[in-house]
């Protein structure tokens, strides 16, 4: 084991920069890390601002699934397994019926395109997770969505981030399957989210996450390379590589520019 | 009648839910074998943000100025006063305003 991989036994800690290998790096107590149950509690607390947001979302989801003809128990099923709104969203409009296999491998292709920033998400869970055996990291991250993992990197400097972190995701999803229920049966519930401004839930909560990791204008020279790749490939190449592509290149000003540090 | 309906329905939702539990853990799998040099942390480091503004700018442009008028609420009232929650719900209501009154 070198100094500079990260074992899955070892607990990370965040100093002041960067991210720092417990046991190689210094004289930091190695505690093994432990998930508490007050930490679940706080995640789901956490995570309250999109709740309402992501309701609404869910039963645009089970209104646009009737339509499509799903039966609810599809619908549900779909809700309860990939857990990822605006791919579930995106695969009902190139959904056919019937599903022939190239209609099912198309699906499958746009619903990974769209979630293609969750392989970012998850890499940047790494040192939060780290600490714990892979039986429960695993699993654990079968609840990754936007607004759990905006959570912990938030409170990423916290002992208590990997608790957020699950009990956040944890949250989303028992509000998330349920919800996708009434949209369904009541058809014409929600038929265009966007009249309620609801494809801005999640744009706000991003900001809203953002604005206290302001850190002045230097530190912030990726999320302006990001926005401005972003905007680029979505005008040049459109689909949705717009956000893999931008946060990547944010990610490597990033590291590349900031050699001093 | 459910046997040819259901199969091909059970496959799709099944292949997304494979894709998309690959990426929840394709990040976190690829980096427990990529050495932490100084670097990747601050690429790591870099990642959250660059996220959030890849996601949002080019949804917000695209949007225009109810968009803009919803972020100028969140980051004002987050400034002000400190409440996520609060400044969600302007944000989103300043939105769906705007778009009512036909902009």
């Not at chain 1, 309701?55 to 339509?67: I, K, M, P, R, Y």
């Not at chain 1, 619903?111 to 293609?116: L, S």
């Not at chain 1, 079968?142 to 944890?170: C, E, H, K, Q």
Request: net charge positive; charged share 10%.
């Amino acid at each position: 084991m070198t100094a500079g991989s990260m074992p899955d036994g070892g607990v990370l800690v965040r100093r002041r920069r960067g991210w720092h290998a417990g046991p190689m790096s210094a004289h930091e107590p190695t505690k093994p890390p432990r998930l508490r149950w007050d930490d679940l509690i706080e995640g789901a607390r956490l995570s309250w601002p999109m709740i309402p947001g992501t309701v609404v979302f869910a039963a645009a989801f089970g209104t646009v699934a009737a339509q499509k003809g799903l039966t609810l128990w599809e619908a549900t099923l779909m809700s309860a397994l990939v857990f990822a709104g605006a791919s579930q969203l995106v695969a009902m409009e190139v959904w056919s019926n019937p599903l022939t296999l190239g209609a099912i491998a198309t699906i499958t292709l746009v619903t990974a395109t769209v979630n293609m920033r969750l392989v970012l998400m998850s890499a940047s869970l790494r040192p939060v997770l780290a600490g714990f055996p892979a039986w429960q990291a695993y699993p654990a991250l079968l609840f990754t969505v936007d607004a759990n993992w905006l959570i912990t990197m938030r409170y990423r400097d916290r002992p208590s981030a990997a608790g957020i972190f699950l009990g956040g995701g944890l949250a989303m999803w028992i509000v998330w399957v349920p919800a996708t229920i009434p949209g369904y049966l009541l058809g014409a519930l929600v038929t265009d989210p966007r009249v309620f401004g609801l494809d801005f839930v999640l744009p706000a909560f991003f900001v809203a996450m953002l604005v206290p990791q302001w850190r002045g204008f230097r530190r912030a020279i990726p999320w302006a390379v990001a926005a401005v790749v972003a905007l680029l490939v979505e005008r040049l190449v459109g689909g949705w590589w717009f956000i893999i592509a931008g946060a990547l290149a944010g990610s490597f000003v990033g590291g590349f520019a900031d050699e001093r540090a | 009648m459910s046997g040819p309906e259901v199969y091909p329905v059970l496959l799709a939702i099944l292949g997304m839910t494979a894709v998309t539990y690959l990426m929840r853990v394709g990040g976190f799998w690829l980096m427990g074998r990529v050495p932490l040099t100084p670097r990747i942390r601050r690429m790591l480091d870099a990642l959250p943000g660059a996220v959030v503004c890849a996601t949002i700018v080019p949804l917000v442009i695209k949007n225009g100025l109810p968009a803009g008028l919803g972020l100028i609420a969140v980051v004002a009232i987050l400034a002000l006063r400190g409440h996520e929650f609060l400044a969600v719900f302007a944000g989103v209501g300043l939105v769906a305003l705007a778009r009512a009154g036909g902009f």
